[in-house]
Each structure stands twice: as structure tokens, then as C-alpha cells.
């Protein structure tokens, strides 16, 4: 399998981290790819239309996307089923969560391109503060469900650590952790010091 990668993709890192649990991720060949809505790579347009990361290309030479796809292509080929259940409301909930991480991912990431790529004087405040606002509701809901949120790992909880993982990353200096102690105490818990994690840090 062949996985167009870039280092600093918290979308990356959550396929990279559910191949790592699965104890398949030396199966994977990582195809260094750098890539921004402006600038966007060939080799990756052409397997991805949409032209974002990630992307995978099968042994069969089938390329999947987007990284939900993708995650629960790889649980399903290492047989794994309890990173997705196949039915059931534990299927459903996993899902749920998986999308409100990515969510939270996707509203992050429009904020790092307004601040990094759009030109400063073209940028929209008012559009940031709704992504940041969205990233908020998203840290909020999973401060409630912070309780129950599964220890172990599931597509829906590696979502979970990898957006947090992105914020540390990318929004240092607004500290998620101060208003959500059970969220943090998940996070630390459970996954900061996990060594799939630790292997796919982003590059300091």
C-alpha cells in the first residue's frame, strides 16, 4: 500500500496511528507529499480529484480517500473489529465521534490556512472566529463525554487524540486543556504518552 503523507497532517497522522494499533503500518509506503489548496501537488491530484490529503493506493491499485474511508478500509483488512464495530450502536457512536474530531480537524486547519496562507490583508476575522468557534463547540461536547469516552483505541478515539495532538501542534498559545480536565485527563491518560503517538509527533 502506498499513502501520499505529509508530517504534519493531524488527517495523516490519524490513518498513520489506526495502521500503527492495527500492527500493520509497516505495510504502508509513505510518499512524502506537500500540497496546500493553492498549491496543489500533481502526483496527488492524480489519484485524488479533491486533491487533499490523505490518499492510499491498495495493493489492488485502487486509490481510497478521504482518511474515514480510509481508517475503516485498514481495520476491515487486519480483520479488527473492534476499532469499528460492524453494526450496532457502538458502530454508530464511533462514527459519530470520529466525525465530530474531524470536524474539529477540518475547522482547525481552515484556521491555520487563513493565518498562513490567505495574504494578511485579505484575511477575515469574522471567519476565523467562526472556525474557532466551532473548534470550541467540538472540545466542549468531548469534555462532556470525556467519562465515557473509550481508553482503548477505536476509529472515534484516534480521531479524538490526533485533533487534540493538532491543537498542541498548531494553536499552542490557546490552551484547550484549561477549562477541560476530563478531557485532558483522557488525552494525557490514555494517549500523549502512547507509543503510535509518540512515533507520528509532527516534526517541531
Known amino acids: 500500500m502506498k499513502l501520499y503523507y505529509a508530517p504534519t497532517s493531524p488527517f495523516v497522522r490519524k490513518v498513520i496511528v489506526t495502521a500503527a494499533e492495527l500492527g500493520i503500518d509497516g505495510e504502508i509506503e509513505r510518499i512524502d507529499t506537500a500540497t496546500t489548496p493553492v498549491d496543489p501537488d500533481p502526483a496527488l491530484a492524480a489519484v485524488n480529484p479533491i486533491g487533499k490529503l490523505p490518499a492510499l493506493t491498495t495493493d489492488d491499485g485502487e486509490t481510497l480517500y478521504d482518511s474515514a474511508v480510509i481508517c475503516e478500509y485498514l481495520a476491515a ?99 484547550w486543556r ?21 512515533a507520528t509527533a509532527p516534526p517541531t
Open 77 to 175: 483488512r487486519a480483520g479488527n473489529g473492534a476499532m469499528l464495530p460492524a453494526d450496532g450502536a457502538g458502530r454508530w457512536a464511533t462514527l459519530r465521534l470520529q466525525a465530530l474530531a474531524d470536524g474539529l480537524m477540518d475547522a482547525a486547519i481552515l484556521r491555520r490556512y487563513e493565518g498562513w496562507i490567505r495574504p494578511e490583508d485579505k484575511r477575515w476575522p469574522d471567519w476565523d472566529a467562526a472556525q474557532r468557534a466551532k473548534v470550541t463547540g467540538a472540545l466542549d461536547a468531548l469534555e462532556v463525554e470525556a467519562d465515557v469516552l473509550a481508553p482503548v483505541p477505536t476509529l472515534g478515539t484516534i480521531a479524538v487524540a490526533c485533533a487534540l495532538g493538532y491543537l498542541d501542534f498548531r494553536f499552542a498559545d490557546e490552551p
Open 178 to 198: 484549561a477549562n477541560r480536565p476530563k478531557l485532558a485527563k483522557w488525552y494525557e491518560d490514555h494517549w500523549a504518552k502512547r507509543p503510535s503517538m509518540i
